[in-house]
T-cell receptor, first 114, second 110 residues
Framework: AAGVIQSPRHLIKEKRETATLKCYPI?????VYWYQQGPGQDPQFLIS???????DKGSIPDRFSAQQFSDYHSELNMSSLELGDSALYFC?????????????FGPGTRLTVT | DAKTTQPPSMDCAEGRAANLPCNHS???????VYWYRQIHSQGPQYIIH???NNETNEMASLIITEDRKSSTLILPHATLRDTAVYYC???????????FGAGTQVVVTP
């Protein structure tokens, strides 16, 4: 079965650079969630989209922005990167119609900021 | 969403049942209990969820107390591949963000 695809899987950037993470949800899933997991920490919700509109926002820095496109894929744009942004970034998708009780997580993108 | 409390870690022998407790004493009547697990650095994986009744699927069983203030996830025959952090999460429905708290690190040993 098709799963959530994230690219790239690994990314190394320097401080103050920008990064773009991409998420391709499972076909026919209209909702996308982004989570950040720092070293030794639990996943923390960043932002979500439903039908290309932002549906919820968590502790996402102002330096980050995200959007969902017409084909439902989503991109997380990160600017002025800081060392503390080094983390695993997970994308998850789920369908609203029919409503699913499960969020399907991708394999994650490991971002290292040096 | 209600908060949950889980033990930080537990060990389990391969082939034995693993019983993972979770306290959610402030759960409200329309909140579900979800269990996810995360195998090292992989994306979290859905295991099971329930509202009031006990639930079972191919991965696990979920036992919810009658007052709904606590629950137990049961892995009937733990394997080495079940070594992971297990998260108990209480939320209103499947839609919407999951708030991952401090889960239980389960280590299955041969």
């Amino acid at each position: 079965a098709a799963g959530v695809i994230q690219s790239p899987r690994h990314l190394i950037k320097e401080k103050r650079e920008t990064a773009t993470l991409k998420c391709y949800p499972i076909p026919r899933h209209d909702t996308v969630y982004w989570y950040q997991q720092g070293p030794g920490q639990d996943p923390q919700f960043l932002i979500s989209f439903y039908e290309k509109m932002q549906s919820d926002k968590g502790s996402i820095p102002d330096r980050f922005s995200a959007q969902q496109f017409s084909d439902y894929h989503s991109e997380l744009n990160m600017s002025s990167l800081e060392l503390g942004d080094s983390a695993l970034y997970f994308c998850a998708s789920s369908p609203i119609n029919p409503l699913s009780y499960e969020q399907y997580f991708g394999p994650g993108t490991r971002l290292t900021v040096t | 969403d209600a908060k949950t409390t889980q033990p930080p870690s537990m060990d389990c022998a391969e082939g034995r049942a693993a019983n993972l407790p979770c306290n959610h004493s402030t759960i409200s009547g329309n909140e579900y209990v979800y269990w996810y697990r995360q195998i090292h650095s992989q994306g979290p994986q859905y295991i099971i969820h329930g509202l009031k009744n006990n639930e079972t699927n191919e991965m696990a069983s979920l036992i919810i107390t009658e007052d709904r203030k606590s629950s137990t996830l049961i892995l009937p025959h733990a394997t080495l591949r079940d070594t992971a952090v297990y998260y108990c999460i209480v939320k209103l429905s499947g839609w919407g963000k999951f708030q991952f708290g401090a889960g239980t690190q389960v280590v299955v040993t041969p």
